[in-house]
């Protein structure tokens, strides 16, 4: 079976008859469509273009309190009938699991809710044209490769994809979406030899249609590489340190990482015990919002066919709720918050689709830099070392040392380590937050974060 001749409701259902057959006393399928198209350029000619299509299934089967996942890339219905076979065998072989299990019927998301097309997840105009995508990143090149100070653009590059899913289980469940994604990145390099700095921009859209103007994507792409060059090694010590809007995202996501059911079940996150308790500064509130209006991650239903919902996991500071899915949720006596996801090849597991961060009393960033006075503004972080049972965290970053409240000049080669627990605690946000990112997160100041330097 070929991507075009896709038919998610009849494979899903085929994949459970062929499990009943082998012995499933309970079961869920998974089929995923998925095609792209992509275009690459590099020094103002095309260096790349693909396109690509494809189909993946997934079933789990469970016997008792035993369950086994299998997938693969292939619909027919002798690979679907091997497939059943080989996971309930699999299944009988593995070590119980007394928390595995389907939803109960009387839970599942009712039919009104499993409806994808109020949250405007596709594409309405469908595949662009590849010399689109094409001209997108040439415009966007160019325009980086004007910003005086650039020397070269590493790349730039246009895409767009969709991802068509059903969903079906033995439960009486069944459904499916679509969503569609388009992006443009551009990296720029400025300088020379040595003193060569890069950096980038990447936006991503639900249709091509819906992205920034390519130029000025280029062109701040441009101006960001400029911005680095000359830089130094900031000052060793305790400071404070503001983490930009491009990369505050990652202190939430240490914070969900830590509130997933999964981590908690097994002791290993360092919220543990926490549930009542204040973890981010008063006024401050992290909510999920798995139906936002067009949202990179919006859907209609988890992965085990529960309807989503807003959740707030803390509120006013503080936390309320952990990640669940089914199997989390009964280990810690809790039900599930409808967060299951899962791919082909996988059982369920929680996860969190939009999230945004919000604050009582938000400042304006460049207030946020005067009131700091002199630290650290990081832009850019690499690798991490987080200590999931203690919150220890440590990674290595660039971006500007500011004195005197403001920038004085760009730094890198830097580490920046401190304790997620009281780093948490002691939040400030800006009023910076990107509404069209997944996770819509301010700027954040940060108090008392080692700073290793030069």
Same mark, same amino acid.
């Given at each position: 079976?070929t991507?075009?001749?896709?038919?998610?409701?009849?494979?899903?259902?085929?994949?459970?008859?062929?499990?009943r057959?082998?012995?499933?006393?309970?079961?869920?399928?998974?089929?995923?469509?998925?095609?792209?198209?992509?275009?690459?350029?590099?020094? !103002?000619?095309?260096?790349?273009?693909?396109?690509?299509?494809?189909?993946?299934v997934?079933?789990r089967?469970?016997? #008792?309190?035993? $369950?086994?996942?299998?997938?693969?890339?292939?619909?027919?219905?002798?690979?679907?009938?091997?497939?059943?076979?080989?996971?309930v065998?699999?299944?009988?072989?593995?070590?119980?699991?007394?928390?595995?299990?389907?939803?109960?019927?009387?839970?599942?998301?009712?039919?009104?809710?499993?409806?994808?097309?109020?949250?405007?997840?596709?594409?309405?105009?469908?595949?662009?044209?590849?010399?689109?995508?094409?001209?997108?990143?040439?415009?966007?090149?160019?325009?980086?490769?004007?910003?005086?100070?650039?020397? $070269?653009?590493? #790349?730039?590059?246009a895409?767009?994809?969709?991802?068509?899913l059903?969903?079906?289980?033995s439960?009486?469940?069944?459904?499916?979406?679509a969503?569609?994604?388009?992006?443009?990145?551009?990296?720029?390099?400025a300088?020379?030899?040595?003193?060569?700095?890069r950096?980038?921009?990447?936006?991503?859209?639900?249709a091509?249609?819906?992205?920034?103007?390519?130029?000025?994507?280029?062109?701040?792409?441009?101006?960001?590489?400029?911005?680095?060059l000359d830089?130094?090694?900031?000052?060793?010590?305790?400071?404070?340190v503001?983490?930009?809007?491009?990369?505050?995202?990652?202190?939430?996501?240490?914070?969900?990482?830590?509130?997933?059911?999964?981590?908690?079940?097994?002791?290993?996150s360092?919220?543990?015990? !926490?549930?009542?308790?204040?973890?981010?500064?008063?006024?401050?509130?992290?909510?999920?919002?798995?139906?936002?209006?067009a949202?990179?991650?919006?859907?209609?239903?988890?992965?085990?066919?529960?309807?989503?919902?807003?959740?707030?996991?803390?509120?006013?500071?503080?936390?309320?709720?952990w990640?669940?899915?089914?199997?989390?949720?009964? $280990?810690?006596?809790?039900?599930?918050?409808?967060?299951?996801? !899962?791919?082909?090849?996988?059982?369920?597991?929680?996860?969190?689709?939009?999230?945004?961060?919000?604050?009582?009393?938000?400042?304006?960033?460049?207030?946020?830099?005067?009131?700091?006075?002199?630290?650290?503004?990081v832009?850019?972080?690499?690798?991490?070392?987080?200590?999931?049972?203690?919150?220890?965290?440590?990674?290595?970053?660039?971006?500007?040392?500011?004195?005197?409240?403001?920038?004085?000049?760009?730094?890198?080669?830097?580490?920046?380590?401190?304790?997620?627990?009281?780093?948490?605690?002691?939040?400030?946000?800006?009023?910076?937050?990107d509404?069209?990112?997944?996770?819509?997160?301010?700027?954040?100041?940060?108090?008392?974060?080692?700073?290793? #330097?030069?």
């Amino acid at each position: 079976m070929t991507a075009s001749q896709f038919d998610g409701a009849r494979i899903c259902e085929a994949m459970l008859e062929a499990a009943r057959a082998a012995g499933a006393e309970q079961a869920d399928a998974l089929a995923v469509r998925g095609e792209s198209l992509s275009a690459e350029v590099r020094g !103002r000619v095309l260096e790349q273009a693909e396109r690509a299509e494809g189909i993946d299934v997934g079933l789990r089967v469970i016997v #008792g309190r035993r $369950q086994a996942v299998v997938s693969a890339s292939d619909a027919s219905g002798d690979v679907i009938a091997a497939l059943a076979e080989r996971a309930v065998a699999m299944a009988k072989a593995a070590p119980e699991d007394p928390w595995c299990g389907l939803a109960d019927p009387s839970d599942l998301a009712p039919e009104a809710l499993r409806d994808a097309a109020p949250l405007a997840l596709d594409d309405p105009a469908g595949a662009p044209e590849p010399g689109a995508l094409e001209s997108l990143a040439l415009t966007a090149e160019a325009a980086a490769l004007g910003v005086e100070g650039v020397t $070269q653009a590493e #790349g730039a590059g246009a895409s767009w994809s969709r991802r068509e899913l059903w969903l079906a289980a033995s439960n009486g469940f069944a459904g499916g979406y679509a969503r569609a994604s388009a992006g443009l990145f551009v990296s720029a390099i400025a300088g020379e030899g040595l003193g060569m700095e890069r950096d980038f921009r990447f936006e991503s859209r639900r249709a091509s249609s819906e992205l920034p103007d390519p130029e000025t994507i280029g062109r701040e792409a441009g101006e960001r590489a400029v911005a680095r060059l000359d830089a130094k090694r900031a000052p060793t010590g305790a400071w404070p340190v503001i983490f930009d809007e491009r990369v505050s995202s990652s202190l939430v996501s240490h914070l969900i990482g830590a509130a997933s059911g999964a981590a908690v079940a097994r002791g290993s996150s360092w919220l543990k015990g !926490r549930m009542g308790e204040r973890v981010l500064p008063a006024g401050m509130t992290l909510i999920e919002e798995p139906r936002r209006l067009a949202g990179p991650s919006s859907r209609p239903f988890d992965a085990e066919g529960l309807p989503t919902r807003e959740t707030a996991f803390l509120r006013d500071g503080v936390l309320e709720s952990w990640v669940l899915d089914l199997a989390s949720g009964r $280990q810690l006596g809790l039900a599930s918050t409808a967060n299951a996801t !899962r791919g082909p090849g996988s059982a369920p597991s929680p996860g969190v689709t939009n999230l945004r961060l919000l604050a009582e009393e938000p400042k304006p960033r460049a207030e946020l830099i005067a009131a700091m006075g002199t630290g650290l503004l990081v832009t850019s972080l690499i690798g991490a070392s987080i200590n999931p049972n203690t919150g220890d965290y440590s990674r290595g970053a660039s971006g500007f040392w500011v004195e005197d409240g403001e920038i004085a000049y760009p730094v890198n080669e830097i580490t920046v380590a401190g304790n997620l627990n009281r780093m948490l605690a002691s939040l400030v946000a800006a009023d910076d937050a990107d509404p069209s990112r997944g996770a819509i997160v301010p700027s954040l100041l940060v108090e008392g974060l080692t700073v290793a #330097g030069g």
